[in-house]
């Protein structure tokens, strides 16, 4: 009997969801950053396993602003846990919870589907650990609580309980047939996995300088004889974010080039040279059509 199923994870920016999919998947699918609302796409990671594979949709960060960008990132984390037959759910106990999380708690609450709950950073400390139990203990009294599965502390960034983890989710993955290629781990175009490489370095690189401001887009990819030509852009808002972004004598940019340059390499297994230009554009984030472009539908 093969079993298959869809477990999106859902949580608050910054919370350690993409490093989950990753230690779950035991590759680098999505990318992380300590800067909240990393994730801008829906990304899908595949775990294949003897007799079972698991879907994994790594979800933007749910929060709540005022501009496109941010309420298609709403749409898109709302829009996943419908069709899943399961929602990890995943809290940062090293930081209290806000608002924020009982609107999302409510989210989760009042739906159908088994959510496993995962309390996650607790290499770090276990601060808020009782606080987020006790709170969802209030949220899901009488019929509700039929839909935890489990409670699952554990580090995302050690692997700790990552096993465990593995075990409870495969127990409650229901009868089905594979959806993806048993080699494929992820279902994310290539254009967009590199586009979103470079926006990590930028992202490591920047710190709090400018994430919100800048967007990657590939352009180009050219497969010729021995090596891979790669064309990105980098969009900034402003002048004085091009000059942060290229950097002293174009160093930082050369830098941020160098490291996805060999990230890159290791998903192609062949040369790369990649040619990355920088765009001032000023309300990128407000404009649907380049929005699209950007692989943000
Ligand atoms: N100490 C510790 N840090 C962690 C753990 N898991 C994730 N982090 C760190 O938390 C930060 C955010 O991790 P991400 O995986 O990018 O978080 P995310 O929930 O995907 O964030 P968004 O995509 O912005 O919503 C990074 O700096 C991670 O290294 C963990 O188990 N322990
Ligand atoms: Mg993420």
Known sequence: MFKSGFVAILGRPNVGKSTLLN???????????????????????????????????????????????????NT??????????????VVDVTRNYGKEEERLMNIICNQDIKVIMV??????CEKFFNEYLSMWQKKIKGDK????????????????????????????????????????????PVKLR???IIREKLFLALKEELPHAVAVSVEEINNKKNVIYIKANIYVRRKSQ?????????ELLKHIGTLSRKEIETIYEK???LD????????????????KDLGYE
Not at 34 to 48: C, D, E, F, S
């Open 119 to 124: 309390l996650n950073k607790v290499d770090k």
């Open 276 to 291: 990355i230009w920088v765009t001032i554009m000023e309300d990128w984030q407000k404009r649907p059509r380049i929005l």
């Open 23 to 73: 230690a779950l998947i035991g590759d680098k699918v999505s990318i992380i950053s300590p800067i909240p609302q990393t994730t801008r796409h829906q990304i899908k990671g595949i775990l294949n396993l003897k007799d079972v594979q698991v879907v994994f949709i790594d979800t933007p960060g749910m929060h709540y602003f005022n501009d496109e960008l941010a309420q298609h990132l």
């Open 76 to 89: 898109v984390a709302k829009s996943i846990i419908y069709g899943c037959d399961l929602i990890l759910y």
């Open 194 to 196: 590199i586009a979103d």
């Open 242 to 250: 091009k000059m942060i972004v290229v950097g002293k004598k174009g």
């Open 145 to 188: 609580k039929k839909i935890l599965l489990a409670y699952m502390p554990l580090s995302a960034k050690r692997g700790t309980n990552i096993d465990k983890l593995k075990e409870v989710l495969i127990g409650n993955i229901p009868e089905g047939p594979a959806y993806y290629d048993d080699k494929a781990v992820t279902d994310f």
């Open 271 to 273: 040369k790369v040279f």
